[in-house]
């Protein structure tokens, strides 16, 4: 099982970056797919997530409005859009396969390596 993030960057307040996780060694379909970040000296926490079929969609209420997730299942990738970024929403962004869930995570749950993102002037 192999998760690996893409598309993280330094960027300005206001700005927009376009993560992006490209799964592979499992039936990606299958699977509900998670965004989370984790900030310096602050817990793991879940952005977004994606049902299987791309159909349901769910966010933090720190990004709703500003975060689109979505997957195209044909490219086992899925993707977090990321507008209106603040320097809050600085941190590193892990995707995983896995039940979506509004808090935490299963052990049993396959993560990425992360990718940083950065918002600062």
């Known amino acids: 099982v192999q998760l690996v993030e893409s598309g993280g960057g330094l960027v300005q307040p206001g700005g927009s970056l376009r993560l992006s996780c490209a799964a592979s060694?499992?039936?990606?379909?299958?699977?509900?797919m998670s965004w989370y970040r984790q900030a310096p000296g602050k817990e793991r926490e879940w952005v977004a997530g994606?049902?299987?079929?791309?159909?349901?969609?769910n966010y933090a209420d720190s990004v709703k409005g500003r975060f689109t997730i979505s997957r195209d299942n044909a490219k086992t990738t899925v993707y977090l859009q990321m507008n209106s970024l603040k320097p809050e929403d600085t941190a590193v962004y892990y995707c995983?396969?896995?039940?979506?869930?509004?808090?935490?995570?299963?052990?049993?749950?396959?993560w990425g390596q992360g990718t940083q993102v950065t918002v600062s002037s």
């Open positions: 060694g499992f039936t990606f379909s299958r699977y509900g």
């Open positions: 994606i049902s299987s079929a791309g159909g349901t969609t």
């Open positions: 995983k396969a896995g039940a979506v869930r509004l808090a935490g995570w299963a052990p049993y749950d396959y």
